[in-house]
């Protein structure tokens, strides 16, 4: 079941021109994408191309200028339904210490069921549910400043979760932590996904794209590509055109299948490939 | 020799050799000292950059990189141990900061969010202002690093900062420390956030700076691809000490401790391994996807013949 749709979606900022006059720039224009409930997708390209954008106009933050967008079957630019569009996305974002608006862990994690006006026995209920689904229990009450990157950003991902959303988008959330806060946050959203939660990872690091369940490929302000991981990370001609590259790994198994190596095209893993180009060398001989 | 250098001794005369961009002895440095919230940030660091070197710092989060890196411009002050940069004592209390800061750029994490000026050029240059430089003399070193950092100045140098995408206002920040012309560039995590095409970007301008003008370069990275691939040497932190200090072929082998230190094991040096475990040896210089696949397609050359 469709739970996002988009639908020739255009926004555009306000921007001067060298003349001093008032002119536009786009953020995305013309973009159609449909996302299924319960799926894990990966928003990727450039620096600039409209990822965020889009992001910001799943839950409202910004209203199409053009085309329309629906979560949950609501119409995001008809205003009576902000408020419950917003409590089906949560959304994620890149800077850790950006979103902490508690000093407490756990008055961070209720600060959105305290804005939707959640009776408080609920509230505890919930706060404690998301922290336990972050793995981030023992850490109730303790202040969020003194944690770990990846803490914090399982933190953000928690007060999302108090929301109940049906839909997680994070944006860029792990880009400034690091391997270990990486893997830690990665973690928690894969496995929300299992629990039945509609995923939308946007981010410039391909090996977290390999475990996704479809990948869309942005460029200028539009969607330029959708597919499975692999079926982008075929498309060479694509990845350069929007400045993209696959894994290593994905790349040497591509450069060496090509050159009539007997290895698995797609092969993610690097020891995997390694081994099978042994068993190629000592067939050789 | 004393550790701490609280005591007024004058410290006995030390030479650095020539070649030796960074020395450090025994260097300990603690957060908030006699509060509850001490903290030993660095404990026993010994290390040495030569001259033209291209050093990764890695470690994960808390492990002192960032620590260490803020002192070698002295942003940090020397608490106990030695420390000499290009020469110069840094735990000396009449150390000359600003030609230190001159010789040693700094490029912090996101240095795009230090942008500050109204145009391009008054950005880049604002540095130049501070030495002294007269104004000619500035706009031509700003345009000198404008375009080193692969923007067009005539195009730029008028426009805001802030109407630039975030790679290029990355490469605006990189300019300002760079029109300085420094000896030692010294960068937290210079990639983060980038995408793949302006990683490279950035990355392939800090090895031309190291290659072509002999700039030593000290980078922290959580990227273990793009350390593989960029250093000569990976030096680790963990828990404020250093734990390993080798070339990066060499250090990606032990890939239980790498793993056990919550890093990760770049991929080529995964894939060599597992070649390396069965008998297979692979030239040293194997870091890319290219300079592997070469070196494989050499292998089964030989193995026909």
């Not at chain 2, 030390?14 to 957060?31: Q, S």
């Amino acid at each position: 079941m469709e739970i996002i749709n988009i639908d020739n979606a255009s926004y555009y900022y306000k921007a001067y021109n060298d003349d001093g006059t008032v002119g536009r720039a786009v953020g995305v224009e013309n973009v159609t994408l449909s996302i299924e409930e319960g799926s894990f997708v990966a928003l990727v390209g450039h620096n600039g191309c409209g990822k965020s954008t889009l992001a910001k106009l799943l839950n409202g933050l910004l209203v199409p200028a053009s085309g329309k967008v629906t979560v949950c079957g609501m119409d995001t630019s008809d205003k009576n339904n902000i408020f419950e569009i917003r409590k089906n996305v949560g959304m994620v974002f890149q800077n850790p210490d950006n979103q902490m608006v508690a000093s407490i862990v756990e008055e961070d994690v209720a600060f959105g069921p305290e804005n939707l006006g959640v009776p408080q026995p609920q509230i505890v209920q919930r706060v404690n549910d998301a922290l336990a689904q972050v793995g981030m229990s023992e850490y109730a009450k303790r202040s969020p400043h003194r944690l770990s990157g990846g803490q914090k950003q399982r933190i953000a991902i928690a007060g999302a979760l108090a929301i109940q959303p049906k839909v997680l988008v994070l944006d860029e959330s792990t880009a400034m932590l690091d391997p270990m806060g990486r893997r830690e946050v990665l973690q928690v959203a894969h496995q929300l996904n299992r629990g039945g939660m509609t995923v939308i990872l946007i981010t410039h690091f391909m090996e977290e794209v390999l475990d996704c369940d479809s990948v869309a490929v942005m460029d200028g302000g539009t969607v330029v590509a959708t597919g499975t991981p692999m079926q982008i990370f075929d498309n060479g001609t694509l990845l350069n055109r929007v400045g993209l590259r696959a894994p290593r790994t994905v790349e040497l198994a591509h450069l060496l299948k090509n050159a009539g190596w007997n290895v698995t095209p797609d092969c993610v893993d690097a020891r995997t490939l390694g081994g099978e180009v042994c068993l190629n060398l000592d067939q050789i001989k | 020799m004393s550790k701490s250098r609280s005591n007024k001794v004058t410290a006995p005369s030390f030479t650095v050799p020539d070649n030796c961009a960074i020395y450090c002895k025994d260097v300990n440095f603690v957060y908030n000292p006699k509060t509850p919230f001490q903290k030993q940030a660095l404990n026993n660091v010994s290390l040495t950059v030569n001259k033209g070197e291209f050093v990764a710092v890695v470690g994960h989060t808390g492990s002192g990189k960032t620590t260490f890196v803020q002192h070698l411009n002295a942003l940090i002050r020397l608490q106990s141990g030695r420390m000499y940069v290009l020469g110069r004592d840094l735990g000396d209390k009449k150390l000359d900061l600003k030609a230190l800061r001159g010789e040693v750029g700094m490029v912090f994490q996101y240095p795009e969010y230090q942008l500050f000026a109204d145009t391009v050029l008054q950005d880049v240059s604002f540095g130049l202002k501070n030495f002294g430089v007269d104004k000619d003399k500035r706009v031509q070193l700003a345009r000198d690093a404008i375009q080193l950092v692969g923007l067009d100045f005539d195009k730029v140098k008028d426009k805001s900062p802030f109407d630039m995408s975030g790679g290029e206002k990355r490469r605006v920040a990189l300019a300002g420390v760079l029109a300085m012309n420094p000896s030692i560039l010294v960068m937290d995590e210079p990639t983060a956030g980038l995408d793949p095409r302006g990683k490279s970007e950035i990355l392939s301008l800090v090895a031309q700076l190291n290659r072509e003008r002999n700039v030593t370069v000290v980078m922290v990275s959580h990227d273990m691809n793009e350390v593989y691939e960029n250093a000569d040497r990976v030096i680790v932190f963990a828990d404020g000490a250093v734990a390993y200090d080798d070339t990066p072929r060499n250090l990606f082998r032990f890939e239980t401790q790498i793993e056990e230190m919550n890093l990760e094991v770049p991929a080529m040096a995964q894939f060599a391994n597992v070649l390396e475990a069965n008998g297979i040896t692979l030239p040293d210089n194997c870091k890319t996807v290219r300079q592997m696949y070469d070196a494989v397609t050499a292998l089964r050359g030989k193995a026909d013949v």
